[in-house]
């Protein structure tokens, strides 16, 4: 390295001797290639692709530019860049929403208040459900109770449609019940998540050991 070191000083001055005097702003550009300095008034051809170094006259840094980026690296950059980004969407989207929770409920049991009433609201619309179902179970107990007057022979048509009306309707409410239900779990666990982050934006600093 300090014989490169050597010959890039000789070059250098090679360069500069002849117009010392009026040199003061000029820029010596090198470049190693194969372990030897290349070097130049202009960037050399040779360090096209290549990291290389701007020094003056006298030798002093004055940059170094890095080689370009492999398509490697540039990928690897935009990921890295695309991975900062949705982080720091991720952590702005957090801070409004703790921001918000803190700023709608005054304590913790504001919270488990709303919780009962929501879960209490849920309940009472369920059980209606539950109601409604029932009675198109009875309805189809009566419709399946009249068929047993035709054994052996055809149902009437407009029973045999009811029949068929009914089955569809319990099987509607049903399918409503279960979303109501899986709609209820999940109001649920969003009052206990709200819960627990409010406990924890709100709880005491830790106190230093």
């Known amino acids: ?24 702003g000029r820029t010596i550009f090198c470049c190693d290639v194969g372990g030897s300095p290349v070097c130049g008034d202009i960037l050399p051809a040779a360090c096209y692709g290549r990291g290389y170094r701007e020094l003056s006259t006298s030798g002093t840094l004055r940059r170094y530019v890095p080689p370009p980026l492999t398509a490697e690296e540039i990928a690897q950059r935009d990921e890295d860049a695309r991975r900062r980004k949705e982080a720091e969407a991720i952590a702005l989207k957090q801070r409004r929403l703790d921001q918000a929770l803190l700023e709608t409920y005054p304590s913790v049991n504001a919270i488990s208040d709303r919780r009962e009433r929501a879960l209490a609201d849920m309940d009472r619309t369920i059980a209606d459900l539950r109601v409604r179902e029932k009675a198109l179970l009875a309805r189809k107990a009566r419709f399946a109770q ?26 509607a409410q049903r399918s409503i019940i279960e979303a109501k239900l899986r709609e209820r779990e999940s109001l649920r666990l969003r009052f206990e998540e709200d819960r627990r982050r409010y406990l924890e934006l709100t709880a005491p600093a830790s106190r230093p050991r």
């Not at 390295?1 to 009026?22: D, F, G, I, N, Q």
């Open 1 to 24: 390295m300090a014989s490169v070191r050597l010959v890039e000083l000789a070059l250098l001055t090679a360069l500069a001797a002849p117009l010392a005097a009026a040199a003061q």
């Open 146 to 171: 009249e068929a047993e007057f035709y054994r052996g022979q055809s149902v009437p048509a407009d029973l045999a449609e009811d029949q068929h009306n009914v089955d569809g309707e319990i099987a």
